[in-house]
């Protein structure tokens, strides 16, 4: 029905050292979504975090993902940092 991968990351030493989960992906298929499953494996991988002495959590959203987004807001997370991208252009 869905899967969440995460890992311990401490950030570069000149940030303050919080030890972090972070949540590399949470995917729910298609038809599963919007019944709860998303919630029970960010519970899960939050669980394991905690147990990983992690004192945060960490992850990113596309922009678009409105669901994605209301989920995680529901569950606590904030927006504290934005990743901004800019396309290569080619040597004309």
């Not at 960490?58 to 504290?80: H, M, R, S």
Request: net charge neutral.
């Amino acid at each position: 029905m869905g899967y969440v991968g995460a890992e311990v990351q401490t950030p570069p030493p000149i940030f303050q050292q919080v030890r972090e989960c972070h949540i590399n992906e949470l995917f729910v298929r298609a038809d599963a979504r919007r019944q709860g499953v998303a919630s029970k494996l960010l519970a899960k991988v939050e669980h394991w975090g905690r147990s990983h002495n992690c004192k945060q959590f960490d992850l990113n959203v596309d922009t678009e993902n409105q669901g994605a987004k209301a989920l995680f807001e529901t569950e606590g997370y904030d927006i504290t940092r934005y990743n901004m991208k800019k396309p290569v252009e080619s040597d004309k």
